[in-house]
T-cell receptor
Framework: KQEVTQIPAALSVPEGENLVLNCSFT??????LQWFRQDPGKGLTSLLL?????REQTSGRLNASLDKSSGRSTLYIAASQPGDSATYLC?????????????FGKGTKLSVKP | KAGVTQTPRYLIKTRGQQVTLSCSPI?????VSWYQQTPGQGLQFLFE???????NKGNFPGRFSGRQFSNSRSEMNVSTLELGDSALYLC??????????????FGEGSRLTVL
């Protein structure tokens, strides 16, 4: 059974720092991995989707990497800003399911202090 | 281009009642999924619809049901509400079904409180 874990559960950093969020999964037979951001009381915003054949995906100050063999993905945020404060979630398609059937980690709650 | 729209955004019900939530996917998206989010369990998959047919189902009791209409809009229903059903219910849409359909896009959610 696929399980997705995100450590740490919470992270607080000063503004301007570069930081890395971690995501691990137990079954390496994934098709892709998607990173989301969730602001308090809001829905999820898609940040990046990495296909299993890719090693990295970049969007602005965000860079996500994927290492299927080790069951890990990282989300790198450069020059963090207070507006980056949110909960970041990673998710993979459930084995045998489709892109609409995702298994999520519990998320990392990021706080960027001015 | 409008995003995924969910209604109502907030609602309060009492135990034993039933509730219906609505979701309009992004224009052109044909797959709609529903998730339940609670502080303890996180995000859990409820079901997925494509072409008016339920394609995948999560591990939830039969009190949770849904349907999809010919215009891809979807509704989910929870009958005989329990206190534990209090949660944020999120709807998501994608272009199609399968692993290569691109990103999943979420709505703002419907916050259900059961008293």
């Amino acid at each position: 059974k696929q399980e997705v874990t995100q450590i740490p559960a919470a992270l607080s950093v000063p503004e301007g720092e570069n930081l890395v969020l971690n995501c691990s999964f137990t079954d390496s037979a994934i098709y892709n991995l998607q990173w989301f951001r969730q602001d308090p009381g809001k829905g999820l915003t898609s940040l990046l989707l990495i296909q299993s054949s890719q090693r990295e995906q970049t969007s602005g100050r965000l860079n996500a990497s994927l290492d299927k063999s080790s069951g890990r993905s990282t989300l790198y945020i450069a020059a963090s800003q207070p507006g980056d404060s949110a909960t970041y979630l990673c998710a993979v398609p459930n084995y045998g399911g489709s892109q609409g059937n995702l298994i999520f980690g519990k998320g990392t709650k990021l706080s960027v202090k001015p | 281009k409008a995003g995924v729209t969910q209604t109502p955004r907030y609602l309060i019900k009492t135990r034993g009642q039933q509730v219906t939530l609505s979701c309009s996917p992004i224009s052109g998206h044909r797959s709609v999924s529903w998730y339940q989010q609670t502080p303890g369990q996180g995000l859990q998959f409820l079901f997925e619809y494509f072409s008016e047919t339920q394609r995948n189902k999560g591990n939830f009791p039969g009190r949770f049901s849904g349907r999809q209409f010919s215009n891809s809009r979807s509704e989910m229903n929870v009958s005989t509400l329990e206190l534990g059903d209090s949660a944020l219910y999120l709807c998501a849409s994608s272009l199609s079904i399968g692993h290569d359909t691109g990103e999943l896009f979420f709505g703002e959610g419907s916050r259900l409180t059961v008293l």
